[in-house]
């Protein structure tokens, strides 16, 4: 029975993993091609059942380095979990802000994720069903993907675009920021001239000014974009509501929206129209929830991301995706820049750039616990 389940055990496993691609965002490079990239996988164990998740560290991104979250985990909210009934999935978040402060909203979102989404996995493997049919909530059973275009320049551009098509996809998010507004541009309107009628969205993860952003975004409704993700630093809500009452194209706030009750306040202040929904970012499964359904009583847009995520990741980001009913195209773009060494038999289906919802028990991977333990590295070594 669920409710006997008592977290016994933690384990806390650094991986390194084979990069597929090159990938930059504003704020830096996130791999490189060729080079290993890192995870931090947890294994969380109760009266014999067993659940894994995923962290990805992304410095370049927020703060959360590979040495902080396996740290943080390890030293200050295992002993939070260890103890607790499994299926006390709020108070175990309420623990985790007690021995992490919130700082401003939420603090090191992504460590506590991996251990929200191993506790669900764990959940859904006890009780035999997937993490959708542990909630009651499964709106959607194929969610579409973006291919994700972060080049150098135009030629780089509509190279992405041929590989994408190549592997099935249909819709494009071009990373802006990385260059000035021109260069920016000249690259959304080559991935526009190779993909005429593909949906596209930019995100230009807290890159610009406002006065930047009212010019970008008057440029990227001709070249018919459809969505202008993050433009602006995540707390400032003064442009973001100017750039949303002005702009030409919808905005969508990612960073902005660490927690529930950042959403709140965008809410409130009447300057949000699209939330993105990011498992990690927001701390988690449960907080996402929470996020997720604020938005939608506030009759807001749902779109998907996630921090190119490997397969535990994708497929925790599926489950609440399918929970409500998301049917534009997101950006779970893990795939397409790591490769999974660590899972089994049984993982996540993509096919022409459609992922099907998994229906297995958990969040439907089977990890390779030899493999994981194989990839394995000392962070601090």
Not at 238 to 255: F, I, S
Request: net charge negative.
């Amino acid at each position: 029975m669920l409710e006997d389940l008592v977290v016994d055990r933690v384990e806390t496993f650094v991986v390194e993993l084979p990069s597929l691609r090159s990938f930059g965002v504003a704020g830096g490079v996130v791999m490189t091609a060729g080079q290993p990239t890192h995870r931090v996988l947890v294994k969380v164990s109760a009266g014999g059942a067993t659940g894994w998740g995923e962290a990805t560290p992304t410095p370049a991104w927020t703060y959360e380095t590979v040495e902080s979250i396996a740290s943080t985990i390890a030293r200050y909210l295992a002993p939070v979990l260890v103890g607790r009934p499994a299926w006390d999935l709020d108070g175990a978040a309420a623990g985790y802000e007690r021995a992490i402060n919130p700082g401003f909203t939420i603090g090191a979102p992504i460590a506590k994720s991996a251990l929200d989404m191993a506790v669900h996995d764990l959940l859904g493997r006890a009780a035999g069903v997937p993490v959708g049919v542990l909630w009651g909530q499964r709106r959607r059973s194929h969610i579409e993907l973006g291919w994700v275009v972060s080049g150098r320049d135009a030629a780089q551009a509509r190279d992405a675009v041929a590989e994408g098509r190549a592997a099935g996809y249909s819709a494009f998010k071009v990373k802006i920021g990385l260059h000035e507004l021109d260069a920016d541009l000249a690259i959304v309107a080559a991935v526009r001239d190779a993909a005429p009628d593909a949906p596209l969205w930019v995100d230009a993860n807290q890159a610009y000014t406002v006065d930047v952003a009212l010019r970008a975004g008057r440029r990227l409704a001709d070249l018919e974009v459809s969505v202008f993700e993050q433009p602006l630093r995540a707390n400032d809500i003064a442009g973001l509501r100017r750039l949303r009452d002005q702009g030409a194209v919808p905005v969508a706030l990612d960073e902005s929206l660490r927690h529930p009750s950042d959403l709140a306040s965008f809410i409130r202040l009447d300057a949000v129209d699209i939330v993105i929904a990011k498992v990690q970012r927001s701390g988690g499964l449960t907080l996402s929830r929470r996020l997720c359904q604020l938005a939608e009583d506030a009759g807001l847009a749902l779109m998907g991301s996630g921090l190119t995520d490997t397969d535990l990741g994708f497929a925790a980001s599926l489950h609440l995706f399918a929970a409500f009913g998301i049917d534009t195209p997101v950006d779970l773009n893990g795939r397409q820049f790591v490769s999974s060494a660590y899972v089994g038999a049984t993982t996540v289906e993509v096919v022409d750039g459609v992922a099907t919802v998994p229906t297995g028990p958990g969040l439907g991977v089977e990890v390779d616990e030899d493999a994981v333990r194989a990839l394995a590295v000392d962070p601090f070594g």
